[in-house]
């Protein structure tokens, strides 16, 4: 067992920060009977351990999950590097850069991790940094870092203090615009954290739901904001839908139609989500009032409202999306009217589908291969979706495609989509959140489909990602794909 020796750390240090996993072992550093290799690789391992350490600052871009990376995943990858290099097999025998990327990624390190996207991240990193490559003199690791020749110990650390840049979204692969968002979350943590440390007393022209008709009162008690805020939202609650009539509308023979089944669940849930917003508001009217008893689903209700947040209840009938409750409820008014058009065109295909408007945009996904399979008379478990990325927005869309459906609404994180290349690229400065032009899917057989040159980039519901994976749309990309998947590129359906 290799012990542990940390470098000198800087005065002040932050816990956590880069120089502070910049771990060395000492004792056997000059052991190894392939020294200079060793070296070279021990030090690809140590860069390699702090940026999966560190890549967490960067929240979901980093990683869809949190994983407790320690130093004893590196003391254990250490030991597996030095056995392998002195076995007796392995003095004389080329590297074997497979097992070690192997090794590291799918048991030392990859024993951690459980989301199959961040296993991608892992890979990548191992493919970029553990390679035949790597042991030339110079071989970059970074931007500015690159790999230093055969060094004893203190040599070493006066190299990485020497050379090292300052810590940047670029030591890890990430564009600027990472930290830019890290920060603006967390900012917006600390003010959401803030105002619920505000007095009770507020003014009622705060609600930012509907804009609502200025009252001439200077502050009110949040029993009277809470009042407010929800006859707000009872005046504008649209009417559920009639399930009857579209039922009855349904002929047996479109009623096997995937899109149209699709259309019908999407009513339902929102009428399950209607009903609750609805007899949840009235219920605490009633207990300010005094005609009911006030309870604690009243009182986790009020705060909620109070504070601007979608009450518990009601996500748990919804949809992911993180939005503070005025943007929630403006929102949930645009994915009724745009059901409403859906149902109300006799379940017809809209020329452009807002993807990131349904509440189950996995079915609709499904509806498309089921659709294209039904109609060419194919096995669905042979079909994929194929994605073809238009130059043009939703407004320019009248007609529904023939084959296939168009979807619009997406938004791409870590990257922008280039209308005159046809291409995924870096994004610009600040510019978080590009939208996507309109995407045309289309379902064809898996052995047919061209991944050369194409990324495949996950599709989240929401900029939390984790669990909100919704499916994989292959882009084209001048870029070698394992770019995206270290920069974090995504799609997003919610911003």
């Known amino acids: 067992m290799f012990p542990l020796l940390s470098e000198q750390e800087v005065e002040n240090e932050v816990e956590g920060s880069w120089n502070k996993n910049q771990i060395w072992l000492n004792e ?18 140590c860069y390699f351990h702090a940026v999966l350490t560190e890549r967490k600052k960067f929240g979901s871009q980093g990683w869809n999950f ?33 097992d070690l990327r192997f090794l590291f990624g799918e048991i030392m390190y990859g024993g951690h991790i459980t989301d199959d996207k961040d296993r991608k991240v892992c890979s990548a990193y191992l493919n970029r940094f553990f390679n035949s490559e790597q042991l030339e003199a110079d071989y970059p690791l970074c931007p500015g870092f690159g790999m230093p020749p055969a060094l004893d110990y203190e040599s070493y650390h006066r190299y990485v203090d020497e050379n090292l840049p300052g810590e940047s979204p670029a030591m890890y692969g990430l564009h600027s615009n ?10 917006n943590s600390l003010l959401r954290a803030l105002h619920l440390l505000e007095p ?25 904001k809470i009042r407010q805020i929800s006859e707000d939202i009872l005046d504008k609650i ?11 509308k349904v002929s047996e023979e479109s ?22 917003v609805s007899t949840s508001l009235r219920d605490i009217e009633k207990g300010l009032k005094g005609d009911l008893p006030w309870n604690e689903e009243m009182d986790e209700l009020g705060e909620s409202l109070a504070s601007d947040a979608v009450p518990q209840a009601w996500t748990a009938k919804a949809y992911p999306s993180l939005l503070p409750l005025g943007s929630w409820f403006s929102d949930l008014l645009q994915r009724h009217k745009a059901l409403h058009h859906w149902v109300a065109s006799e379940f017809a295909l809209p020329p452009t589908m807002w993807l990131g408007g349904l ?26 979706i194929h994605c073809e990325v238009t130059k043009k927005m939703a407004d320019e869309f009248l007609l529904t495609p023939r084959e296939g459906a168009n979807i619009c609404g997406l938004y791409m994180e870590g990257g922008r989509w280039d209308f005159a290349a046809g291409c995924i690229v870096d994004p610009l400065l600040k510019d978080l959140h590009p939208p996507m032009p309109v995407i045309c899917l289309k379902s064809v057989l898996s052995d047919k489909v061209d991944v050369r ?43």
């Open 200 to 224: 009770s007393t507020v003014d009622t022209n705060d609600s930012p739901l509907l804009n609502p008709v200025e009252v001439s009162v200077a502050a009110a008690p949040n029993e009277e």
């Open 28 to 45: 056997t550093f000059d052991s190894s009977a392939r020294e200079g290799e060793f070296k070279s690789l021990l030090f690809t391992l």
């Open 178 to 187: 990472a930290e830019i968002g890290c920060l603006t979350d967390a900012s």
């Open 453 to 495: 040159n194409s990324y495949s980039c996950p599709v989240y519901r929401t900029r939390q990602r984790g669990s909100t994976f919704v499916w994989e749309f292959p882009l084209k990309t001048n870029e070698p794909p394992e770019k995206w998947v270290i920069a974090g590129t995504a799609l997003l359906l919610q911003v």
């Open 66 to 98: 949190p994983y407790p990376f320690n130093d004893s995943d590196l003391l254990i990858s250490a030991n597996v590097l030095h056995n392998h290099l002195d076995s007796e097999g392995g003095r004389s025998a080329v590297i074997p850069w497979d």
């Open 255 to 276: 009623c096997v139609v995937p899109f149209t089944a699709v259309a019908l669940q999407e009513c339902e849930r929102m009428n399950v989500l209607l009903q609750e």
């Open 238 to 248: 649209p009417e559920e839908f009639p399930m009857a009539d579209l039922y009855g």
């Open 359 to 384: 509440f189950s945009p996995q079915s609709f996904l499904t509806a498309v291969i089921q659709t294209s399979g039904r109609k060419h008379d194919l096995p669905l478990d042979k079909l994929s």
